[in-house]
């Protein structure tokens, strides 16, 4: 999954008051600095993705809740959302973000909805119409049961190349491991890259163990494995402690961070009294968010003396772990706008670290089930 909703305070794109660098942090147990290029904050708006050369923007759009009505939207889509996705895509590219992210199983047939990847495809399209404007697309195979081998994922691309109204994408990736096997997908992976199908392939959800399978099946084909996309906020670390943000850090693959603000639990919107509705109101509830009050409270603290809201604080948090990419969900453009924010400034090292310290505190929410695959 790649989606969060970011709350609707307003956005400040003014310069900092303060200029210190977070430098590029890095998390407890980075085992090498040998491959690793961090991400860090250098004049650029851009970074690469991996050993793959493709350049993308240090911050991204996630693509899940366009069109979805399964866990967005109040189960439901019509054209006022529809004409807020359009808004957000407009906004980002406005604000210089031109990264997406999205995935084949993302948005429904039903109830009115349609395919995420449609959507941007259209939004793309129309846009090109008015100006001339380079857009890099990341999407993802889905690695249902009943998919084998190689040819699945080629397969499945070109549906979503059809989609997508593209002949090739920046991005693609293995959604989350396969169940009877993950050989097979990632020879299809290199088989795309091969007839250029795709700029670069990565994957998502994937333990430590998985990553570094994926990585040495892949050098086998000379294709660099380029990204991870996992589960990662500041209120959930797992990346940290379970091995796999040193490992992408050691070989050299860039870790794009889903759910970075934690689906707007970060943002400072919600409060016990005022729970997100819909799935997440089971996750993020009125007990769990007591307990985030303390953290929300240092977060704005921070965040005043930059000029920042609580969602550009966190999300920049997330960048000052070096070779970060967050890709936070933008339903409207007012939340695109204030994720451009977040950009073009730095945490100081201490205020980083005194973030994490509180945050340890705060209970971690269970994680997609199939990280543990």
Known sequence: MALQVAGGAPHHLGVPRRRQRCAALRPPRVASESAAKPVEEDGSNKAVLGGSGVAVTKLGIGAWSWGDTTYWNDFQWDDRKLKAAKGAFDASVDSGITFFDTAEVYGAGVSGAINSESLLGRF???????????????TKFAALPWRFGRGSVLAALKGSLSRLGVSSVESYQ?????IWGNEGYLDGLADAYEQGLVKSVGVSNYSEKRLRDAYDRLKQRGVPLASNQVNYSLI???????????????????LIAYSPIAQGALTGKYTPENPPTGPRGRIYTP?????????INKIKEIGGSYDKTPTQV?????????????IPGAKNAEQAREFAG???????GDEVEEMRSMAREVKPVMGFPVERL
Request: hydrophobic share 40%; proline share 6%.
């Open 124 to 138: 793309i399209k129309e846009r090109q119409q008015k100006e001339k404007v380079e857009v890099a697309i990341a």
């Open 174 to 178: 293995l959604h989350w491991p396969g």
């Open 236 to 254: 959930y670390r797992n990346p940290e402690e379970n091995g796999v943000k040193a490992a992408c850090d050691e070989l050299g693959i860039t």
């Open 287 to 295: 007990e769990f968010l007591t307990k985030l009050q303390p953290l």
């Open 314 to 326: 966190v999300l920049n948090w997330l960048m000052c772990q070096g070779n970060v990419v967050p």
């Open 342 to 348: 977040a950009l073009g400034w730095s945490l100081t």
